[in-house]
């Protein structure tokens, strides 16, 4: 079958190809022929070689099987007849003691590695360095012999010579295993063995051992410090711990007294014994070949330099150490404290160091669990050392742990952490303050306080906080949610840090007691009086700062009489809701301020005498309330020169040849003269109330006051804004009258007639009583800016002045003699109107007492010569700034009144003043 295939594939190959093709086929098939052929031959080559190897190796198994066979054969012989094969030399003369030395040295030398092994597992470190001491011995007795019979035995033993070579490494291990047990080991004996064993191995004296233990225990306690998943509080137990321990262990190993001789401390008194008798465990189990050892081999005891630490020397030493353990854990200590998250936490850690030291306030002395680790027996014994005489006696002085180590750090992270949550509660803060004005930008909730600061039956939404509380403490929803969470983060803070204050019954410290926990409480309890101090001082200079960028953004449209900056306004008002929020709703402030103090520091004061911690409550809440103020004055200055501009451009186009004829708000009196012909009846008629213009005005200006909430703007900036809105009003008028000439000028210009100087005097003097009375003097604290150093150049005595002068220039537009008839019916009817306008400007007519309103007079006898009565006071002085009534529009609808100024021809204004006057 496969020779078809193959004549098929030919014919198809001869059938598809030419010659020159098949030729060429012919000469590849040919040399991949040849190909196969060498690979062949190579391969059966390379494993004839292979097969020789193999066949040689098997007859070397063959010839080392024999002599094997051949050597077991002759120590059969040899343990059959023992004593004849013992015949060593010409003659037959049997030499044991050579035999016997070499053997047994030969013996322990080769045990050696074992005997090291066992003891280092087990920590006796001490009986590993004397076995590979012996062993040292041992080689050097052998190679420095002479004897013919112990040298033929070494070269009969090769692997004697070589056998050191599987011991000398030991010494780097046992070394290495005594520093790691010197680092944190409890047990006290152990740790002598350990020292012991490096003052056999590195021949040092006891002070040398003090050295090495001092610089073991540094480097254990910075090594516990490194960073690691344990976590801080492990972390400090753990290097409290050992340093206690460490204290208890140099008065063991090198100070109290073992038993009654000249000798102070384990460590010397165990090197000054060492000798022949005192060989360790393994030693003795080769009690048989005692006799055959040499003495060197059989006494051998490591030779340990003795003497007693000077006291002074000693102490010196560990005041040293303890000074650098001290330098070196506070510094590593405040890098684990960085972990620590919250004072909750490193309390945590204050109090677990507290109890650990208390635990260990009163140890064992020298007790000796386990003497197995020392070389010598030592005397059983305990007796109770109080840590003060611990300290006393290995350092010299007295020691206080967590006072020279730790306290430091505990106090600097506490502090730390403290200010990140003060930070972070004023970040908060003032992340929340801008996220409320750009909500006011968006005019996301109403700004207006005016429509729900009495509505005590409205129904609490979304858009209502705490209605009734807004009775007497009104605040806008972001105001209000602000200072919320700012007193939630606050109060967060003060249950954090309760842990590191005082608490109200501490029992006293005792004289055992390691350390006062609350030693430095009133310490933290001023530092965190001063960081709230700092933060809240902090709030308010962001309120500032923000209120100095409003005040940058209004001044040019000040300045231009833009009317569309009530945004600006908004603004300036949310931030001072804010501070008066802060101080009003946030008991958090006051209780971090007003912390308790330690009995021993209260002293007995005056009445009326502050204490420190009223002073800085008193000195936040003078601060809050004066940005608050100050940003109150922005808005106050804003709203003056809106409403300013509002007046002058009414004024502007007032008709003054017709504006006397207001009949309507005139009021006609009966009079009685005497002339040459007897009395004469006549009447006069005078103004009753002021002209709509003025009275919308104010009505407006009254308006804007109660939006804002007229029971959070302050008594100053009511003063500030009427002293401003008096001198714009007096500034605008007096441009007015420059404008235009009196009745009865020759002129072209229009002129204004009598009685609407008449009109206008009357105006001018109502808003005197109103808005430019005698006020107390208002100093704007902190005025930076173009809006407030313009409030703080005002004076009352300036615009006074001014109306002072603005009215006497209208008196000299008048005639003398009918002004002298009418000013008693123009006093009372100045009184009158001023007190009917009281409901409506109660918020400017309550700033000035009642004996300041102008004096009411009446006339008398028929006559043209009034007599003053007593001053009347203001009606309604109790009744709220603002009322709501059934046909009021509702809270989210904007009120009637034109925002940013005033339409004295609107119905609200005018409407809203007479139905008050009406009332």
């Known amino acids: 079958r496969m020779a078809q295939?193959?004549?098929?594939?030919?014919?198809a190959l001869f059938v598809g190809h030419g010659i020159e093709q098949i030729r060429v086929a012919e000469r590849q098939a040919r040399a991949d022929i040849e190909s196969k052929r060498e690979e062949l031959r190579q391969m059966v080559g390379a494993r004839y070689r292979d097969l020789i190897d193999a066949a040689d190796t098997i007859g070397m198994m063959a010839a080392s099987t024999a002599e094997v066979m051949s050597s077991v054969e002759k120590m059969q012989g040899i343990c059959a007849n023992p004593v004849s094969s013992m015949s060593i030399g010409t003659g037959g003369h049997l030499h044991r003691p050579v035999f016997y030395s070499v053997a047994a040295q030969m013996k322990l030398l080769m045990d050696t590695p074992e005997q090291i092994w066992t003891s280092n597992e087990g920590a006796h470190y001490y009986n590993a360095a004397h076995s590979y001491l012996r062993a040292h011995t041992i080689m050097a007795s052998l190679r420095a012999t002479t004897d013919a019979e112990a040298t033929a035995m070494l070269k009969a033993f090769p692997i004697i010579t070589t056998q050191w070579a599987a011991i000398d490494h030991f010494r780097e291990t046992i070394v290495s295993g005594c520093r790691a047990l010197l680092a944190s080991s409890p047990d006290t004996t152990a740790v002598a063995g350990a020292l012991l064993a490096l003052m056999a191995l590195d021949s040092m004296g006891p002070a040398e051992a003090l050295a090495v233990f001092l610089d073991a225990r540094r480097a254990a306690l910075r090594e516990r410090l490194k960073p690691d998943a344990s976590g801080a509080r492990e972390?400090?137990?753990?290097?409290?711990?050992?340093?206690?321990?460490?204290?208890?262990?140099?008065?063991?190993?090198?100070?109290?007294?073992?038993?009654?001789?000249p000798d102070r401390g384990l460590v010397p008194w165990t090197a000054a014994r060492v000798g022949p008798a005192q060989r360790p465990e393994d030693s003795k189990r080769l009690a048989g070949l005692d006799d055959a050892l040499p003495a060197i081999v059989r006494d051998f005891a490591p030779a340990l330099k003795t003497g007693d630490i000077p006291a002074t020397t000693l102490q010196a030493a560990c005041r040293k150490w303890a000074?650098?353990?001290?330098?070196?854990?506070?510094?590593?200590?405040?890098?684990?404290?960085?972990?620590?998250?919250?004072?909750?936490?490193?309390?945590?850690?204050?109090?677990?160091?507290?109890?650990?030291?208390?635990?260990?306030?009163?140890?064992?002395?020298?007790a000796w669990a386990d003497t197995t680790f020392l070389p010598v027996h030592v005397p059983a014994g305990a007796r109770s050392v109080p840590w003060d005489t611990a300290c006393k006696a290995a350092l010299g002085e007295d020691m206080n742990v967590w006072d020279k180590c730790l306290r430091q750090s505990f106090e600097q992270r506490a502090q730390a952490i403290l200010?990140?949550?003060?930070?972070?509660?004023?970040?908060?803060?003032?992340?929340?303050?801008?996220?409320?004005?750009?909500?006011?930008?968006?005019?996301?909730?109403?700004?207006?306080?005016?429509?729900?600061?009495?509505?005590?039956?409205?129904?609490?939404?979304?858009?209502?906080i705490e209605v009734a509380p807004l009775?007497?403490?009104?605040?806008?929803?972001?105001?209000?949610?602000?200072?919320q969470v700012y007193n939630q983060a606050l109060e967060a803070i003060l249950a954090d840090a309760t842990e590191l204050l005082l608490p109200d019954s501490v029992p006293p410290a005792s004289a055992g007691s390691l350390f006062d926990r609350y030693a430095g409480a009133d310490d933290f309890r001023r530092f965190l009086q001063r960081a709230c101090e700092g933060h809240v001082l902090e709030l308010a200079a962001a309120v500032d700062r923000a209120r100095a960028g409003i005040e940058a953004a209004l001044a040019p449209a000040l300045e231009a009489s833009a009317p569309h900056t009530e945004q600006l306004a908004s603004l300036a008002l949310l931030l001072a809701r804010v501070c008066r929020r802060l101080v009003e709703s946030c008991p958090a402030i006051e209780k971090l301020v007003?912390?308790?103090?330690?009995?021993?520091?209260?002293?007995?004061?005056?009445?009326?005498?502050?204490?420190?911690?009223?002073?800085?409550l008193s000195k936040l809440r003078a601060a809050l309330l004066a940005a608050g103020t100050r940003c109150q004055l922005v808005w106050a200055g804003r709203t003056a020169a809106a409403w300013a501009a509002g007046l002058a451009e009414t004024l502007g186009t007032q008709d003054w040849v017709h504006a006397?004829?207001?009949?309507?708000?005139?009021?006609?009196?009966?009079?009685?003269?005497?002339?040459?012909?007897?009395?004469?009846?006549?009447?006069?008629?005078?103004?009753?109330?002021?002209?709509?213009?003025?009275?919308?005005?104010?009505?407006?200006?009254?308006?804007?006051?109660?939006?804002?909430?007229?029971?959070?703007?302050?008594?100053?900036?009511?003063?500030?804004?009427?002293?401003?809105?008096?001198?714009?009003?007096a500034a605008t008028v007096t441009a007015i009258l420059q404008a235009t000439p009196p009745a009865g000028t020759d002129t072209d210009a229009v002129c204004m007639s009598a009685d609407c100087g008449l009109q206008l005097l009357f105006d001018v003097q109502c808003l005197s009583d109103v808005l430019a009375g005698?006020?107390?003097?208002?100093?704007?604290?902190?005025?930076?800016?173009?809006?407030?150093?313009?409030?703080?150049?005002?004076?009352?005595?300036?615009?006074?002045?001014?109306?002072?002068?603005?009215?006497?220039?209208?008196?000299?537009?008048?005639?003398?003699?009918?002004?002298?008839?009418?000013?008693?019916?123009l006093d009372q009817g100045r009184a009158r109107c001023v007190q009917r306008a009281a409901l409506v400007l109660a918020c400017f007519t309550q700033l000035r007492p009642s004996s300041a309103a102008a004096p009411v007079s009446t006339a008398a006898d028929g006559q043209g010569l009034l007599l003053a009565v007593a001053p009347v006071a203001p009606r309604f002085p109790l009744l709220p700034v603002t009322t709501r009534t059934a046909a009021q529009p509702a809270a989210s609808e904007p009120p009637p009144a034109i925002r940013g100024g005033w339409d004295p021809v609107a119905p609200s204004a005018y409407g809203q003043c007479h139905t008050a006057i009406a009332v």
């Open 774 to 825: 005698r006020h107390a003097a208002v100093e704007i604290e902190g005025a930076s800016g173009p809006v407030l150093d313009r409030l703080a150049s005002l004076s009352a005595g300036a615009a006074g002045d001014a109306v002072s002068a603005l009215v006497q220039s209208l008196r000299d537009r008048l005639d003398p003699f009918d002004l002298h008839v009418r000013q008693p019916f």
């Open 235 to 261: 972390q400090i137990l753990s290097c409290a711990r050992l340093f206690v321990q460490t204290i208890y262990q140099l008065l063991a190993l090198f100070v109290a007294p073992v038993d009654d001789g």
């Open 419 to 464: 200010t990140r949550e003060f930070k972070d509660a004023t970040a908060a803060a003032v992340a929340g303050l801008e996220a409320s004005m750009q909500r006011v930008r968006e005019k996301a909730f109403s700004t207006d306080l005016s429509q729900s600061l009495w509505a005590t039956d409205a129904p609490l939404d979304s858009d209502t």
């Open 5 to 11: 295939v193959w004549e098929q594939q030919a014919d």
């Open 660 to 729: 006397g004829a207001l009949t309507p708000l005139w009021a006609a009196f009966d009079i009685t003269e005497e002339a040459d012909a007897g009395a004469v009846k006549s009447a006069v008629a005078v103004p009753a109330h002021m002209s709509p213009a003025i009275m919308g005005a104010l009505c407006a200006l009254a308006a804007a006051v109660n939006r804002a909430g007229a029971v959070l703007v302050t008594r100053d900036v009511l003063i500030v804004l009427a002293r401003d809105v008096a001198a714009r009003v």
């Open 323 to 366: 000074d650098l353990v001290a330098g070196d854990l506070s510094v590593l200590a405040a890098k684990a404290l960085r972990m620590v998250p919250s004072l909750a936490g490193a309390a945590a850690i204050r109090d677990a160091v507290h109890e650990l030291l208390a635990e260990h306030r009163v140890a064992a002395g020298p």
């Open 594 to 616: 007003l912390l308790p103090q330690q009995k021993a520091l209260f002293k007995t004061r005056r009445i009326k005498q502050l204490t420190e911690s009223e002073t800085i």
């Open 471 to 483: 009775i007497c403490l009104p605040a806008i929803r972001g105001a209000s949610d602000l200072c």
